[in-house]
């Protein structure tokens, strides 16, 4: 499968990820680890470079403080 190909999949399937060792299922992974991971060995499931996931990470906290400070105003 080429690269653009893995990207695509990783995008579009909530269970794909780049990861041979569990049949590039995220579900597969998740059901024998028992940790969690580091923001590089995340980069190189879903083919992101570790700046990427960083950034992804804190655009989420951002949304989910937004999300929590709006309940509070009610």
């Given at each position: 499968m080429e690269r653009d190909e893995m990207i695509d999949k990783i995008k579009n399937d909530p269970d794909f990820i780049?990861?041979?060792k569990?049949?590039?299922s995220l579900n597969k992974l998740l059901a024998?680890?028992?940790g969690?991971?580091?923001n590089g060995a995340i980069g190189?499931?879903?083919l992101l470079s570790?700046?990427?996931v960083e950034a992804i990470y804190q655009e989420s906290i951002v949304e989910l403080r937004k999300d929590l400070v709006g309940?509070?105003?009610d």
């Open positions: 780049h990861s041979p569990f049949g590039n024998k680890s028992d969690m991971l580091e190189r499931l879903l570790e700046e990427e309940e509070d105003e």
